[in-house]
């Protein structure tokens, strides 16, 4: 790809990002995505097809730069669901893509499901090695609850704000989540090493 294409994708890509996020599949407007970007809306249609498409390029970027950011530790499944919030305290844009894909598509297949369900089926197949046993709904339910808990608290700022106080997004407020949540992840595994 000459530098010039890679530039202008890179940057329809950016400002797609952030159109998304703002107002989710539907809201999102092809011209303010190219007026962000400063490149011709043309180049939206000739690089990715149509608004749905370069919606699931934006996703698809976020979501791999999650798998590249996020991994598993060796030695503790809790720092991974630990890092998970990192990431979406650094990058809250991927939720808010993830909730308007929601909205969008309800319950319906989402253009790259297959390459999801394959990407989680290693993370569950890695969480399941660390503790000792083998992948099953049980695991996977786990698993889907902690990476649930971990994303919530970003998902719904306003909870946190009205139930943990106006300081919620303070350093010391993350910090003490992030504590509790590494806390919360390793008494859940005992418990279901336990059962």
């Given at each position: 790809m000459p530098?010039?294409?890679?530039?202008?994708?890179?940057?329809?890509?950016?400002?797609?990002?952030?159109?998304?996020?703002?107002?989710?599949?539907?809201?999102?407007?092809?011209?303010?995505?190219?007026?962000?970007?400063?490149?011709?809306?043309?180049?939206?249609?000739?690089?990715?097809?149509?608004?749905?498409?370069?919606?699931?390029?934006?996703?698809?970027?976020?979501?791999?730069?999650?798998?590249?950011?996020?991994?598993?530790?060796?030695?503790?499944?809790?720092?991974?669901?630990?890092?998970?919030?990192?990431?979406?305290?650094?990058?809250?844009?991927?939720?808010?893509?993830?909730?308007?894909?929601?909205?969008?598509?309800?319950?319906?297949?989402?253009?790259?499901?297959?390459?999801?369900?394959?990407?989680?089926?290693?993370?569950?197949?890695?969480?399941?090695?660390?503790?000792?046993?083998?992948?099953?709904?049980?695991?996977?339910?786990?698993l889907y609850?902690?990476?649930?808990?971990?994303?919530?608290?970003?998902?719904?700022?306003?909870?946190?704000?009205?139930?943990?106080?106006?300081?919620?997004?303070?350093?010391?407020?993350?910090?003490?989540?992030?504590?509790?949540?590494?806390?919360?992840?390793?008494?859940?595994?005992?418990?279901?090493?336990?059962?």
């Open positions: 530098p010039d294409t890679a530039r202008t994708r890179a940057k329809l890509l950016d400002a797609a990002r952030a159109e998304f996020a703002e107002h989710g599949i539907a809201g999102a407007r092809v011209d303010r995505i190219a007026l962000r970007a400063g490149v011709n809306k043309e180049r939206i249609y000739a690089y990715f097809g149509n608004k749905e498409q370069l919606f699931q390029h934006v996703l698809t970027e976020s979501l791999q730069e999650l798998n590249t950011v996020v991994t598993m530790p060796n030695d503790d499944p809790a720092e991974y669901i630990a890092q998970v919030y990192d990431f979406y305290c650094a990058r809250p844009e991927l939720l808010r893509l993830l909730v308007w894909e929601a909205l969008y598509y309800g319950h319906d297949p989402v253009p790259d499901e297959e390459r999801r369900v394959t990407s989680y089926a290693a993370k569950l197949q890695e969480f399941a090695d660390h503790l000792g046993v083998k992948p099953s709904p049980d695991v996977a339910q786990l609850s902690l990476i649930g808990v971990a994303a919530w608290q970003q998902t719904m700022p306003q909870m946190s704000r009205v139930l943990l106080g106006a300081d919620s997004e303070s350093e010391e407020a993350r910090a003490n989540r992030r504590k509790h949540l590494i806390e919360f992840t390793r008494a859940s595994i005992a418990s279901m090493k336990q059962s």
